[in-house]
């Protein structure tokens, strides 16, 4: 993976850094069986959690972001995630063995998001890891969610190095959009939840990783 010297590398959250897909999913399962539907299974919500309330209610009403309830029903999952996005949620495995390394090679390091900072806030404050991050953008914090590059340019900024000297990791189609935009090298976490576009080979990554602590691998490499 070559290009300019890494200076930072930034992730993505869910599905790359965290397994937030328990508590996702559970909350808008909690919506069915409130309406007296049967619960579904962790397994169905899973591959869809990178979509957030999209995604959710997909899995759960087999409903489309074009339908006229769906604002509401947004609004009632965004409630129902609050009250338990901490229940559940786990750091992947290797994570912060990752992120350790990566400091003691002087490496800056942080999160491009498209969660709402209504989220992102609560969960990276009362998470250990995200202590030691330079950066934390949510899709609200700038005008612009990805997979425009907008957010990428504001984290590079914040950690005060080119964004051409940035590395973005994400599990999702958008992120390798968006990093690419914004001139990072990307690498597609595999590991993650990646959704209905499980072919990561189709995004044009400059690379993939099937568990957080190949990266260690692709920076020695490069």
């Known amino acids: 993976m070559k290009g300019a010297e890494t200076k930072a590398v930034l992730f993505d959250l869910d599905g790359t850094l965290i397994d937030s897909a328990p508590d996702l999913g559970a909350a808008a399962d ?3 069986t409130d309406r007296g539907l049967a619960s579904l299974p962790l397994d169905l919500y899973r591959p869809m959690a990178g ?6 209610l997909g899995v759960a009403f087999g409903i489309t ?14 409630v129902t995630y609050e009250q338990r996005m901490l229940l559940n949620t786990q750091v992947f495995d290797g994570v912060q063995s990752l992120i350790d390394a990566l400091r003691e090679h002087g490496l800056l390091w942080g999160v491009v998001t498209n969660k709402s900072m209504r989220f992102t806030d609560p969960l990276t404050r009362s ?22 590059p907008e957010p990428l340019h504001e ?6 190095v080119p964004s051409q000297a940035c590395i973005y990791v994400g599990d999702d189609e958008r992120d390798i959009i968006a ?17 209905s576009q499980g072919d990561s080979t189709r995004w044009n990554a400059d690379a993939s990783i099937s568990s957080p602590l190949e990266l260690l691998k692709l920076l020695n490499s490069a």
């Open 30 to 32: 909690k919506m069915r």
């Open 51 to 56: 979509a957030g309330a999209r995604g959710m």
């Open 65 to 78: 972001p074009e339908a006229a309830e769906f604002p509401a029903l947004r609004e009632e999952f965004f």
């Open 127 to 148: 998470i250990p890891l995200f202590a030691t991050a330079g950066a934390v953008v949510s899709g609200d914090t700038t005008p612009f969610a990805k997979p425009h």
């Open 155 to 160: 984290a590079a900024r914040r950690l005060g």
């Open 179 to 195: 990093g690419r935009a914004a001139g990072m090298r990307t690498v597609a976490a595999t590991y993650g939840y990646m959704g």
